[in-house]
């Protein structure tokens, strides 16, 4: 069971990437996919998180009304439409998955991935 996030790279401030989450092994119908970041020094935080039962979650504050989570299950995939980047956005990007809800609690998740690079630029 894998999850491998890609779409990531370096785009100047103000500008726009997708990333996407996408699932070997395992389908997506019974877990909810989280997107996670981290900055060099700093712990992994929860970006945001999409399941069936709960729709679509975001936990920080910093990206609500920039960023997108939407899933497309017949692909199993999730991805992340990030607007608007700022310079604090540049980070590395997880997808993980926990069983049908979602939580805040970054431990519970399992099956990350290697990560993407976003570096934004000002």
């Known amino acids: 069971v894998q999850l491998q996030a890609s779409g990531g790279g370096l785009v100047q401030a103000g500008g726009s990437l997708r990333l996407s989450c996408a699932a070997a092994g395992f389908t997506f119908d019974n877990y909810a996919i989280g997107w996670f970041r981290q900055a060099p020094g700093k712990e992994r935080e929860g970006v945001s998180c999409i399941s069936r039962s709960d729709g679509s979650l975001y936990f920080l504050d910093s990206v609500k009304g920039r960023f997108t989570i939407s899933s497309d299950y017949a692909k199993n995939t999730v991805y992340l439409q990030m607007n608007n980047l700022k310079p604090e956005d540049t980070a590395i990007y997880y997808c993980?998955?926990?069983?049908?809800?979602?939580?805040?609690?970054?431990?519970?998740?399992?099956?990350w991935g290697q990560g993407t690079l976003v570096t934004v630029s000002s």
């Open positions: 993980a998955a926990v069983p049908f809800f979602c939580t805040r609690h970054v431990n519970a998740f399992r099956s």
